[in-house]
């Protein structure tokens, strides 16, 4: 079945460094990836939709400057953390959209001390 | 985006049976999906339903939606202490993009 492999799955970096998290579709082309952040209430947030090959699109409220996304090829999307202060700790989750359907990333973990 | 609502928290006794339900206000639904996101886990796709179906059930799960009222279930069967999970409704309207619930935490007790 379709897979996708995220990292890292945790991650402890210190305020004002970046930190890039990967988001990988295994065995299939991925067109559109998403990135999600978990708010403490363990709702999930949708914070950029990416499409290969072009600017991610940001909803309403969601920093672009400081959450950088690439979605250079149909199978890679990374999300980078710039200049990570401690409100930026969160549970991050990748989704791709395949022919079938979406996978979801395991997540990665960000604490910023 | 849409609304999709849950409650947040739900218990049972191990054996019972768990029913999870979902409300969205989106009429151009398409799919509607249940996932499972266990303690530092991603989600997992547990089933889904296409929206002109009203019920479908896959071993313990049974999934019920009522499209008139715009209201999703889920049914777990003799609900297990492995059950005990966050479960998250997610619903894809018709431009393809998917919005989540705000999860519901099952607890199992035994």
């Known amino acids: 079945g379709a897979v996708v492999s995220q990292h890292p799955s945790r991650v402890i970096c210190k305020s004002g460094t970046s930190v890039k998290i990967e988001c990988r579709s295994l065995?299939?082309?991925?067109?559109?990836m998403f990135w999600y952040r978990q708010f403490p209430k363990q709702s999930l947030m949708l914070m950029a939709t990416?499409?290969?090959?072009?600017?991610?699109?940001?909803e309403q409220g969601v920093e672009k400057d400081k959450f950088l996304i690439n979605h250079a090829s149909l199978t890679l999307s990374t999300l980078t953390v710039t200049s990570a202060h401690p409100e930026d700790s969160s549970f991050y989750i990748c989704?791709?959209?395949?022919?079938?359907?979406?996978?979801f990333g395991s997540g990665t973990r960000l604490t910023v001390v | 985006g849409e609304d999709v609502e849950q409650s947040l928290f739900l218990s049972v006794r191990e054996g019972d049976s768990s029913v999870i339900n979902c409300t969205y206000t989106d009429s151009s639904s398409t799919y509607l999906y249940w996932y499972k996101q266990e303690p530092g886990a991603g989600l997992q796709l547990l089933t889904y339903?296409?929206?002109?179906?009203d019920m479908k059930q896959d071993q313990r799960l049974t999934v019920l939606l009522n499209k008139k009222d715009k209201h999703l279930s889920l049914r777990i069967a003799d609900t297990q202490t492995g059950d005990s999970a966050i479960y998250f409704c997610?619903?894809?309207?018709?431009?393809?993009?998917?919005?989540f619930g705000t999860g519901t935490r099952l607890t199992v007790i035994p």
């Open positions: 339903i296409f929206s002109n179906m």
């Open positions: 989704s791709a959209r395949g022919l079938y359907g979406y996978t």
């Open positions: 997610a619903e894809r309207d018709g431009a393809n993009n998917l919005f």
């Open positions: 990416s499409n290969e090959g072009s600017k991610a699109t940001y």
């Open positions: 065995d299939f082309q991925a067109t559109t």
